[in-house]
């Protein structure tokens, strides 16, 4: 198993751009989180999703957007991005919500300028 | 506002000492209290985590301690050693929200050897 992946490692975007993180686990988990991590601030969520088809807003969901359309990938779409969006991103899942570890995967450190 | 607040956020302790962490939550929902583990460039990994009905859960070096009344948990670890080097994050959640974490700033440990 290659757990969860995350693609790109890292991205410079200029301001007004868009673009999309990846994210894909291969355990069949229906629970995945999109969580932003900031020097300092510890991490905080941005959405989450209990299954395909099925999202919700966590703590810092302005200026993204996420789909779930399958088990397996959960992207996070950046619009307009902006530099407060400057952050190293994580995303993880969870196999349902009587199982709690949620498993992490490497992380994109985006920087907009 | 910061659900968990964690602290110290920094320690440095020697080869054999004990590491002592320690959180704080307001909301009395949360039901779920895990430990998480984060070497530089990884995303964060599960150490150790606890339910309120039980006050105290140990796993090697590493121990929780639960006081539902102070509304507050820590983290200890003992003979802690140079490769726990690490940023710990306590964290907090219920089921209600899918298991999504929050979590506290986290604490950047150093251990000398």
């Known amino acids: 198993n290659a757990g969860v992946t995350q693609t790109p490692k890292f991205r410079i975007l200029k301001i007004g751009q868009s673009m999309t993180l990846q994210c894909t686990q291969d355990m069949n988990h229906n629970y995945m989180y999109w969580y932003r991590q900031d020097p300092g601030m510890g991490l905080k969520l941005i959405y989450y999703s209990v299954g395909a088809g099925i999202t919700d807003k966590g703590e810092v969901p302005n200026g993204y957007n996420v789909s779930r359309s399958t088990t397996e990938d959960f992207p996070l779409r950046l619009e307009l991005a902006a530099p407060s969006q400057t952050s190293v991103y994580f995303c993880?899942?969870?196999?349902?919500?009587?199982?709690?570890?949620?498993?992490f995967g490497p992380g994109t450190r985006l920087t907009v300028l | 506002q910061q659900q968990v607040k964690q602290s110290p956020q920094s320690l440095i302790v020697q080869k054999g000492g004990i590491s002592i962490i320690n959180c704080a939550y307001e909301?009395?929902?949360?039901?779920?209290f895990p430990w998480y583990q984060q070497f530089p460039g990884k995303g964060p990994a599960l150490l150790i985590a606890i339910r309120p009905d039980v006050s105290e859960k140990k796993e090697g070096r590493f121990t929780i301690s639960f006081n539902k009344s102070a509304k507050q948990f820590s983290l200890h670890i003992m003979d802690s050693q140079p490769g726990d080097s690490a940023t710990y994050f306590c964290?907090?959640?219920?089921?209600?929200?899918?298991?999504?974490?929050?979590f506290g700033k986290g604490t950047s440990l150093l251990v000398t050897p």
């Open positions: 964290a907090a959640s219920f089921s209600n929200s899918g298991y999504a974490l929050n």
């Open positions: 993880a899942s969870s196999r349902d919500r009587n199982t709690d570890t949620q498993y």
């Open positions: 909301n009395t929902a949360f039901d779920y």
